[in-house]
C-alpha cells in the first residue's frame, strides 16, 4: 500500500541551525554530502545516466534497422519465396511491419506504467528476436509476413517507452542531447541496414543473414537493460519513493537526491493513483497537450519525409547517380543534421529547432517545384531537385525529426506520460502508413510540382503551429514544466 507522498517530504525540509539536537547529525551529513561532491566533480551527473541512456538507444537503432532491413533484399526475398513481380506481396513484407508497430504503440503506455521502464525494454525486444528469427527461417510469403509482424509489435512498444526513459533518467541540462541519440541510432540503424544489404546481390541467400543479424543488439537490449536504472518517476508514480532515491543517486550521485526527490514531491498533486481514460486523453483536461503531440506526429509524417526517403533513389538515378551511392547521400546527410541537432538542443532549445526545421523543408520543397516545372528543360534542374532533396533530409534532421519525441515526453504530466505518448505514437503510425500508401498514386495524379506544394503547405502550417502552440523546455527540469501547463490543461 502506497505512503502518502506528502509524508516522505519531511525528510527533505531543512532543520534549523539553532536545534542543537540535530547539529551533530548535520555536521555528519555535511561531511558525507562534501565527499559526495568531490567523488562527483570527476562523476558528474551527465556521466553517470550516459550508459543508461546509450542502452535505451539500442531500440532506436532497431527501428532504423528493422525499417531499412528489407529495401535492398527484397528483390532477392520476393524471388527466393516464390512471389516474385507480385508488388502486392511486396507491399505486404514492407507494410506488415507497420501494422505490428501501430498494434504495439497502443498497448506500449499501458505496458510501460504497468510493469515499469526496464522491463518494457525487454519485453519489446523479445518479439524483435522471435519475429527476425521467423523471417530468417521462413520457406514462403506467410512466415516472412508473421516475422515481420511480430518484430513491428516490439518496434511499436520500444520507441515511446525509449523517449519515456531518456527523459526521465536524464539531467535537465542535458536531456535535449540526449534526447537526440534516439534519432542518431535510428539513422545508424537504416545506415548499417543498407550497408549490410549489399552483398544480397552477390550472395545467395544473404538476405537471411540480414535478419539473423538484428538478433544481437535485441539480445543486448534484454541483458543490458537488467543492469540499467529503473525511471524514477515510475517508481515515484507506484509509491516507491526510497527505490526512486537510489534510482536517483544512480543516475544523478548523491548531492542531487534531495533536490530531484523534492522536485517530484513538488508537482505531486495526489492524483496518480488514478486511472487514465482515452475519454480523459481526447477531451479531458490533458486534452490540449494530447492534441500538440498528436498534431506534431501527424504535421512530421504529412511534411513527407518518408516518401521522400521512398522516391530519392528514382531523383538520384535521374541524375545519373547509382541508387547505393543516392542512399549512401541520403543517410550520411540525415547523420550529420542529427548530430547538428545533438550539439544544438540544449544550446538553441527545442522550440527553435522545430521552426527553422519546419522552414527549410518548406524552403528545399520550391527547389522541387521550380525543378520540376519552371526549368524542367534545363538540364541542371535534375541535380537542383537533387539538392532540394538533400536539404530536405537535413532540415528534417535537425529538428521535425528528434524534437517531437523528446518534447512530448518532457510536456506531458507524468500520471499521463506513458499512455499519452502511446497515443500520439499511434497517430504517428497510422499517418505514416497512409503517406506511404498513397504517395506514389498521388504523384501520379497530381504530378511533382502539385504534390511538393502540397507538402510544403504542410511545413509551413508546421511553422505557424509550433510558434502558437509549443513551449520551449530547454532547461527546466519536468515538473516545473508540468507546473508551467498545468494552468491551460
Not at 513481380?85 to 514492407?94: F, I, K, Q, R, T
Not at 510469403?141 to 509482424?149: A, S
Not at 541519440?181 to 543473414?209: D, E, H, N, Y
Request: proline content about 4%; hydrophobic content about 50%.
Amino acid at each position: 500500500m502506497r505512503a502518502h507522498p506528502h509524508s516522505s517530504a519531511s525528510m527533505y525540509k531543512r532543520v534549523p541551525s539553532k536545534d542543537s539536537t540535530h547539529s551533530v547529525d548535520l555536521e555528519d551529513d555535511s561531511e558525507l554530502l562534501q565527499d559526495a561532491m568531490v567523488q562527483e566533480c570527476t562523476d558528474p551527473p551527465s556521466r553517470r545516466s550516459l550508459p543508461h541512456v546509450l542502452v535505451a538507444s539500442i531500440v532506436s537503432f532497431l527501428f532504423g534497422y528493422h525499417l531499412g532491413v528489407v529495401n535492398e533484399p527484397l528483390e532477392s526475398i520476393a524471388r527466393d519465396l516464390g512471389f516474385s513481380g507480385n508488388s502486392l506481396a511486396e507491399g505486404l513484407v514492407v507494410s506488415t511491419c507497420l501494422g505490428g508497430a501501430f498494434l504495439g504503440s497502443l498497448f506500449s503506455g499501458w505496458i510501460a506504467d504497468g510493469v515499469g521502464r526496464r522491463r518494457s525494454f525487454q519485453l519489446c525486444a523479445l518479439p524483435m528476436v522471435i519475429g527476425a528469427c521467423c523471417s530468417a527461417t521462413s520457406n514462403n510469403l506467410t512466415g516472412m509476413l508473421i516475422g515481420r509482424f511480430l518484430v513491428g509489435i516490439g518496434l511499436g512498444i520500444g520507441p515511446p517507452v525509449a523517449s519515456l526513459y531518456i527523459t526521465e533518467v536524464s539531467p535537465p541540462s542535458v536531456r535535449g542531447t540526449y534526447g537526440s541519440f534516439i534519432q542518431i541510432s535510428t539513422c545508424l540503424g537504416l545506415m548499417g541496414a543498407l550497408l549490410i544489404g549489399i552483398p544480397v546481390k552477390s550472395i545467395p541467400g544473404w538476405w537471411r543473414i540480414c535478419f539473423w543479424l538484428s538478433t544481437i543488439p535485441s539480445t543486448v537490449l534484454a541483458l543490458a537493460m537488467v543492469f540499467c536504472a529503473e525511471s524514477p518517476h515510475w517508481l515515484y508514480k507506484r509509491g516507491r519513493n526510497t527505490e526512486a532515491e537510489v534510482e536517483f543517486q544512480k543516475l544523478l550521485g548523491a548531492t542531487n537526491v534531495r533536490s530531484a526527490m523534492a522536485e517530484l514531491l513538488k508537482s505531486d498533486r495526489g492524483d496518480e493513483n488514478d486511472t487514465v481514460r482515452i475519454s480523459e486523453l481526447l477531451y479531458g483536461r490533458h486534452c490540449r497537450v494530447v492534441f500538440i503531440g498528436s498534431t506534431l506526429f501527424a504535421l512530421q509524417q504529412l511534411s513527407g519525409i518518408n516518401a521522400v526517403f521512398y522516391f530519392s533513389s528514382t531523383v538520384f538515378r535521374s541524375a545519373g547517380v547509382s541508387s547505393n551511392l543516392a542512399n549512401a547521400f541520403v543517410g550520411i546527410v540525415n547523420l550529420l543534421g542529427s548530430i547538428i541537432a545533438l550539439l544544438l538542443m540544449d544550446k538553441l532549445g527545442r522550440k527553435v529547432l522545430l521552426l527553422w526545421s519546419f522552414f527549410g523543408m518548406a524552403i528545399s520543397t520550391v527547389f522541387q517545384v521550380v525543378a520540376a516545372g519552371l526549368f524542367a528543360s534545363i538540364s541542371g534542374a535534375l541535380y537542383l531537385s537533387v539538392c532540394g532533396m538533400l536539404m530536405f533530409v537535413f532540415c528534417f534532421a535537425i529538428g521535425v525529426g528528434p524534437v517531437p519525441g523528446l518534447l512530448l515526453s518532457e510536456i506531458f504530466p507524468n500520471r499521463i506520460r506513458a499512455k499519452a505518448m502511446a497515443f500520439c505514437m499511434s497517430v504517428h503510425w497510422v499517418f505514416n502508413f497512409m503517406v506511404g500508401l498513397l504517395f506514389l498514386r498521388l504523384l501520379e495524379v497530381m504530378g511533382p510540382q502539385l504534390l511538393y506544394s502540397m507538402l510544403g503547405t504542410f511545413c509551413l502550417v508546421g511553422v505557424v503551429f509550433v510558434e502558437r502552440n509549443v513551449m520551449e523546455t530547454k532547461g527546466k527540469t519536468l515538473q516545473e514544466i508540468e507546473i508551467a501547463l498545468l494552468p491551460q490543461q
